[in-house]
């Protein structure tokens, strides 16, 4: 045990997840104490020390990989807890679990709003109404995804309306939906989005397009990193070496490009 890095994460912990993580702590640490031991010193006493993200960022990341895993509901209902602990409104959980539904599907999410649900009760602020033509809905989804990169509605538009027209139409209408719906700004969804792409794990073109978008949007290099490296603690090294592996490939093609315009 290395006792400065334990009591900084007890420290943390006790900062972060307040009741509920101390309960899972205590449960745990009589049963296996190495492991107690090791997300204390490892994820608390080091990886949740950056100052680089602030707490409601990290704990809106975390629930992103959480909920877009589909299958964590004890860990989803701590962190939720946690995000609620550290200042997020339930309207930003809302909006992190809808943005989530666009690349984990909504059994995923279902799953995610069932468990805030169960936490919250009613709604403390309700969701904006969204009543508008189709048309308008699908211009807004086009919109939203130029905002990342203005040729993206074409590329899309150019692969699949002859192919799959449906999914072009169900793609431009999730993204309109959630453009309208969400309050986020487009740094932090970006960092929420690519949060749930890395626990995914599977979506490499999508993970490489959001992080250049990203780093469109004011978002750093650090910043990311960071985040992904904390998310190590909740989806694993394998994904966290893939994703940091896409991301650094995007970073480059990033600089390289803006080198080239500018």
């Known amino acids: 045990m290395n006792q400065n890095l334990y009591n900084a994460g007890i420290n943390k912990l006790q900062e972060i997840d307040g009741a509920a993580g101390v309960?899972?702590?205590e449960k745990y640490k009589r049963f296996a104490p190495e492991?107690?031991?090791?997300?204390?010193?490892?994820?608390?006493?080091?990886?949740?020390?950056?100052?680089?993200?602030?707490k409601q960022e990290i704990e809106?990341?975390?629930?992103?990989?959480?909920?877009?895993?589909?299958?964590?509901?004890?860990?989803?209902?701590?962190?939720?807890?946690?995000?609620?602990?550290?200042?997020?409104?339930?309207?930003?959980?809302?909006?992190?679990v809808l943005l989530v539904s666009a690349y984990a599907g909504y059994p995923a999410t279902l799953n995610a709003m069932r468990i805030l649900l169960e936490i919250t009760g009613t709604a403390e602020e309700s969701l904006k109404e969204c009543d508008r033509e189709l048309g308008t809905i699908i211009q807004s989804g086009k919109d939203a995804l130029a905002k990342l990169d203005p040729a993206q509605p074409t590329n899309l538009q150019d692969e699949y309306a002859n192919f799959c027209p449906d999914i072009l139409q169900t793609l431009f209408m999730t993204y309109g939906y959630l453009h309208e719906l969400t309050n986020f700004d487009i740094r932090t969804r970006q960092l929420i989005t690519i949060a749930a792409l890395s626990a995914l794990g599977n979506a490499t073109p999508q993970l490489a397009f959001h992080t250049k978008a990203a780093l469109a949007n004011e978002v750093t290099v650090d910043e990311i990193t960071t985040m992904i490296a904390l998310l190590s603690a909740y989806i694993g090294f394998p994904a966290v070496l893939n994703s940091l592996k896409i991301i650094k490939g995007s970073m480059s093609e990033f600089s390289s490009q803006n080198d080239s315009n500018g």
């Not at 492991?35 to 602030?54: D, P, R």
């Not at 589909?70 to 409104?89: D, E, K, M, W, Y």
């Open 60 to 96: 809106l990341c975390v629930v992103a990989a959480l909920a877009s895993k589909g299958s964590l509901a004890p860990q989803l209902n701590v962190h939720i807890r946690a995000a609620l602990h550290v200042g997020c409104t339930v309207q930003q959980i809302k909006d992190t």
């Open 23 to 25: 309960e899972v702590f």
């Open 35 to 54: 492991l107690m031991t090791m997300i204390t010193e490892i994820v608390f006493g080091s990886l949740y020390q950056t100052t680089k993200l602030n």
